[in-house]
């Protein structure tokens, strides 16, 4: 299989810090001793496939129409120096899938900044016109304080009734563990959908697994669309009552049970306690 070039143009690549099946992440340097970013490359045999080149320029588009802290910045799109390729803040930090894996327990004291952050991000998305479409716990940066970064906004789409790359109605595209229903059927999506991903996200973050699980991905769908919804708090004793009782809310099957905006999420997870106790 090729491999990316050790360097882009004027860029050094330093070490790569994840991988996909189109793109990688690399660490790099300006003149390879200059101010250190991230650079997300095309693989080389993805390098000429007119999809994926459109979604990096869908993904930078829809980046300069955001501001704030607890999204990634990025800064420019490359496409005549090796592999086209993405430059971006770097932020290097495990995603949150990598930390949940190595135990929630060690998340707790700051798991209360973790989601203020994440529905931070989403508010601001939406704020914009935005649904993200694939918030998953490997789409978070988490830094050992617990401040967060949103990453990959390569499908976020217009929310409906707003004109956009893929109109009203986006094509029925995410990651099975944490779709919406409505999204799932392919219907036109609001930030509501984002909610239901946020409610599968908090989910595993108090129960190291999201809501459902499936012998494959259809029984999966099948499961977000109609299996009832699981009892967080029997996953996890230490979770409070009225999270428990959020997290219904949150993963309603129907838009309209659900909270209407991460605005009104925000607000609520002001007022509630995740943990009884709260302690790593």
Known sequence: MPRIPETLGTLKLVRQLGTGRHCQIWEARQGGSGPAVAVKALVPEMA???AQRQLLKHELKVAK????PTVIRIDRLVEDAGPPHLVMELFPHDNLKKQIAAGVEALAPKLQRIVTEIALALDHLHGRGWVHRDLKPDNVLVAPDGQVKLIDLAIAAKAAGMLGLFGAKPPAQGTPSYMSPEQIRGASLTPRSDVYSFGCLLFELLTG????????ANDLL???VSAPIPAVEAANRNVTTSAADYMRRLLAKKPGDRPASMKQVLQHLRTIRLLEKATG
């Open 222 to 224: 099948n499961k977000h």
């Open 48 to 50: 000429s496939d007119p």
């Open 209 to 216: 697994k999201p809501p459902y699980s499936g012998v494959n």
């Open 65 to 68: 129409s955001l501001d704030h």
